[in-house]
């Protein structure tokens, strides 16, 4: 798994799966929890990725 | 308290007691031991999968208890978090990792959060033992 992208977007859907299982109780609230929680990841991996683009390492 | 009430505490405390080894020992098995079979399954599933996944990524699988280095010794309590997986990891000869890899430092993060995932786990096993939480 070589692609930044694709390890953001497992790592993202893996540990929202366990958080949403574990701090919701229903099915239906998990699954959105869950997706809330993944597209947060996402986005904000993304959002700060490109905030800090212009700064050296 | 009568003797009946006495031996139904001892007897959830030990249940307690077993649902939180077993939930460190291998992740998921604390729910599947207290008969919440979905929860265990994906618990399991999610948490071996991202360990396994940072082991195949060249994590290192350090095991570092001195007090010189506390940052190296907080990481190693994390990848322990994860239990029996760690240790069978280690003992296929997984604990060296490759620090040239490009992919090491993600496979660093995905077994070190498996093991902090898992702790939550073992607590949350915990209290469904004791009936804090209900689903």
Known sequence: MHSHLVTLLVFSALVSTVFATLLRDTTRERLRFGLLAFAAFVASTLVIGWLTNPFPI | ?135
């Open chain 2, 1 to 135: 308290m009568s003797e009946s009430r006495a031996a139904s505490a001892a007897r959830d405390s030990s249940r307690t007691v077993a649902a939180g080894l077993l939930a460190w020992v291998w992740p998921g098995l604390g729910h599947l031991f207290l008969g919440r079979r979905g929860k265990g399954l994906v618990l399991m599933g999610s948490i071996l999968a991202l360990f396994g996944l940072g082991v195949a990524m060249d994590s290192r699988l350090q095991l570092h208890l001195g007090l010189e280095d506390p940052l190296a010794l907080l990481f190693s309590l994390a990848q322990m978090g994860v239990g029996a997986p760690y240790v069978l990891a280690r003992l296929l000869g997984y604990e060296a990792g490759l620090v040239t890899s490009p992919v090491y430092e993600y496979g660093n993060t995905f077994t070190a959060v498996g093991g902090l995932l898992n702790i939550l786990v073992i607590l949350d096993a915990l209290d469904t033992a004791r009936g804090v939480r209900g689903k």
